[in-house]
């Protein structure tokens, strides 16, 4: 005769069991179904997103910074959970062993294994050894304070061969985003305000905008047609042009609708479980 205390046990070992087993296949699916996309994103949504990662990083708020590193990968690009995951890790471990030792040589294959999941994941096949030494080419270019617009040439160098289209439409995109980055570490001494952070938020957008309608018009968007509201079909270059035009309104809005700045800027996002090397790290912020 077992003893009652033993029957629980196994009911609770096989109720694990089955539980980890539903996650694993739920996960499994929704990895196999997952269709990345790398036009598929919202560009106010990728500014805001960019800038409270920006802000994350720099305020040392890890856990945020996974979350919403997630939420751009899964939410924005279509990554499934268990690439958006890994995207995450290997973006992370870069950013960190790169604000360590800008010459630490586990920085660069941790880039290799990002780049190798994006093109495996959308099936753009593109030089991945090539982007992730792009990648971290403009890291470093930023850190020895380089000008913007020498790095955003960097920037535009490893946009183009991911999304495959000619350097010269993607570099006003990555000026922009330069422009964002020298923003923001011309007051890294100092505590950035909301203002600031906002206005972080507004370059951005208008970056992301800038580059949708760059690959859109290079033939690299999921639909080479949208329809106006009258129901009749506008080019591509329209498209973009009434989102580019849309930022701004929207930005100054959103302000309304949310009743406070930060809500606008950032999310707070909770997590039960981030990868365990972000949670020691106490190393003073500073541009990558």
Same mark, same amino acid.
């Given at each position: 005769m077992h003893h009652p205390h033993h029957r629980v046990l196994r009911r609770i070992f096989a109720a694990t069991v089955t539980l980890a087993l539903a996650v694993a296949v739920g996960v499994w699916f929704q990895h196999a179904v997952s269709k990345p996309n790398m036009m598929g994103f919202d560009p106010q949504e990728m500014g805001r997103l960019e800038s409270a990662m920006w802000r994350r990083y720099y305020e040392r708020h890890w856990p945020q910074l996974a979350c919403q590193t997630m939420e751009g990968a899964c939410g924005q690009y279509r990554f499934s959970w268990w690439d958006?995951?890994?995207?995450?890790?290997?973006?992370?471990? +870069?950013?960190?062993?790169?604000?360590? %030792?800008?010459?630490? #040589?586990?920085?660069?294959?941790?880039?290799?294994?990002?780049? &190798? =999941? =994006?093109?495996?994941?959308?099936?753009?096949?593109?030089?991945?050894?090539? &982007?992730?030494?792009? /990648?971290? !080419?403009?890291?470093? /270019?930023?850190r020895r304070q380089v000008a913007p617009k020498d790095y955003a040439r960097t920037i535009a160098q490893v946009t183009a061969l991911v999304y495959g289209v000619p350097e010269e439409t993607v570099l006003p995109a990555a000026r922009m985003r330069a422009d964002a980055m020298a923003y923001r570490d011309a007051r890294w001494d100092g505590k950035m305000t909301e203002a600031e952070w906002q206005e972080i938020a507004r370059q951005l957008m208008l970056a992301y905008a800038s580059l949708k309608e760059a690959v859109t018009n290079a033939g690299c968007g999921e639909e080479s047609e949208a329809?106006? &509201?009258?129901?009749?079909?506008?080019? #591509?270059? /329209?498209? &973009?042009?009434?989102?580019?035009?849309?930022? =701004?309104?929207?930005?100054?809005?959103? !302000?309304?609708?949310?009743?406070? #700045?930060?809500?606008?800027?950032? %999310?707070?996002?909770? +997590?039960? +479980? =981030?990868? !365990?090397?972000l949670d020691d790290i106490s190393i003073p912020a500073r541009p990558l």
């Amino acid at each position: 005769m077992h003893h009652p205390h033993h029957r629980v046990l196994r009911r609770i070992f096989a109720a694990t069991v089955t539980l980890a087993l539903a996650v694993a296949v739920g996960v499994w699916f929704q990895h196999a179904v997952s269709k990345p996309n790398m036009m598929g994103f919202d560009p106010q949504e990728m500014g805001r997103l960019e800038s409270a990662m920006w802000r994350r990083y720099y305020e040392r708020h890890w856990p945020q910074l996974a979350c919403q590193t997630m939420e751009g990968a899964c939410g924005q690009y279509r990554f499934s959970w268990w690439d958006g995951s890994l995207l995450s890790l290997h973006a992370a471990r +870069a950013a960190l062993f790169f604000r360590k %030792k800008t010459d630490d #040589p586990r920085c660069l294959p941790e880039l290799d294994r990002y780049y &190798a =999941i =994006i093109s495996s994941a959308t099936g753009q096949k593109f030089d991945v050894r090539a &982007a992730a030494a792009l /990648e971290l !080419q403009w890291w470093k /270019e930023r850190r020895r304070q380089v000008a913007p617009k020498d790095y955003a040439r960097t920037i535009a160098q490893v946009t183009a061969l991911v999304y495959g289209v000619p350097e010269e439409t993607v570099l006003p995109a990555a000026r922009m985003r330069a422009d964002a980055m020298a923003y923001r570490d011309a007051r890294w001494d100092g505590k950035m305000t909301e203002a600031e952070w906002q206005e972080i938020a507004r370059q951005l957008m208008l970056a992301y905008a800038s580059l949708k309608e760059a690959v859109t018009n290079a033939g690299c968007g999921e639909e080479s047609e949208a329809k106006g &509201a009258d129901g009749d079909f506008i080019q #591509p270059s /329209e498209v &973009a042009r009434k989102q580019h035009a849309q930022v =701004i309104s929207e930005h100054s809005q959103a !302000q309304c609708r949310f009743g406070c #700045p930060e809500a606008f800027t950032t %999310k707070l996002w909770q +997590a039960e +479980a =981030i990868h !365990q090397f972000l949670d020691d790290i106490s190393i003073p912020a500073r541009p990558l």
